[in-house]
């Protein structure tokens, strides 16, 4: 069996921790804890989507938080807001509607946290957090779209 792809994972889950530090724990926390709950509230979904909406909604449980904490309130609320929903649609209907809307609201919050993560200086609080948001969102797309197609596939094979 070939370790590899395991070993790099975990370098780059150290350096991203080292790195971003107090910033990973929350997003991460609260993914655990959202694929605890699915497995446990939802023992029937597709073990694929369920992974791929735990990590949007420790990201959603992370970007409300940070919401509240700074006070934060009108059109910063929509970001949130479609995650929700989106989250909510894709545990409830896994399937290619709710991926390619979670996917359009990725791809433009990526685009758009990517902006300001090459603006900022290395070291700065909020470059740790977008590289942490950065992460999170690259990681639902990949997770969603691979729940997808493998379910797909799978359908056409049987």
């Not at 989507?49 to 990590?55: G, K, P, R, S």
Request: net charge positive; aromatic share 8%.
């Amino acid at each position: 069996m070939n370790r590899a792809p395991a070993i790099v994972a975990a370098v780059i889950g150290l350096a991203v921790g080292a790195y971003a530090g107090f910033h990973l724990l929350i997003p991460l926390v609260a993914s655990a804890a959202a694929w605890w709950l699915g497995r446990t509230l939802l023992p029937r979904l597709d073990e694929r989507y369920l992974i791929a909406a735990a990590v949007q909604a420790g990201h959603l449980v992370w970007l409300a938080l940070g919401l509240v904490l700074l006070g934060i309130r009108g059109p910063a609320l929509l970001d949130p807001l479609i995650l929700l929903v989106g989250v909510a649609w894709l545990l409830a209907r896994p399937g290619l509607a709710p991926v390619v809307l979670l996917t359009l609201y990725q791809v433009v919050a990526l685009a758009l946290n990517a902006v300001t993560f090459v603006e900022l200086p290395a070291g700065h609080v909020l470059h740790k957090a977008l590289l942490v948001h950065l992460l999170w969102r690259l990681m639902a797309l990949v997770l969603m779209w691979r729940a997808y197609v493998r379910r797909a596939r799978a359908r056409c094979s049987s």
